[in-house]
């Protein structure tokens, strides 16, 4: 498990930039329910970064979570104002209806 030491790390230091590349990388070792945890975090600390929202929704949507993925883009705030974030809501709206 090669992300054990950048998870350890990025806890430790405790920034949303640290957790959110961890988030990034969980997502690419296809480790989303651990990526949605610690991109969580992310969210908390670097609430107007849009990019530990999208991450998260990712995250969320590798793991068939579409209703809580549209939750967390509609209560985004400034974060969910860009067009990607948009597309996902479009996107976990009709694949949450599709379930």
């Known amino acids: 498990?090669?992300?054990?030491?950048?998870?350890?790390?990025?806890?430790?230091?405790?920034?949303a930039a640290s957790l959110g590349a961890l988030g990034a990388a969980l997502i690419t070792e296809r480790e989303p329910s651990m990526a949605a945890s610690v991109l969580a975090r992310a969210r908390k600390l670097g609430?107007?970064?849009?990019?530990?929202?999208t991450e998260r929704v990712a995250a969320l949507?590798?793991?068939?979570?579409?209703?809580?993925?549209?939750?967390?883009?509609?209560a985004g705030g400034s974060a969910a104002e860009g067009f990607l974030a948009r597309h996902l809501l479009a996107f976990n709206t009709l694949r949450r209806r599709l379930r």
Do not use: K
């Open 1 to 15: 498990m090669p992300w054990v030491a950048p998870l350890t790390a990025a806890a430790e230091v405790g920034d």
């Open 47 to 53: 609430q107007d970064d849009a990019r530990w929202l």
């Open 61 to 74: 949507e590798l793991l068939g979570r579409n209703a809580e993925a549209v939750a967390e883009l509609r």
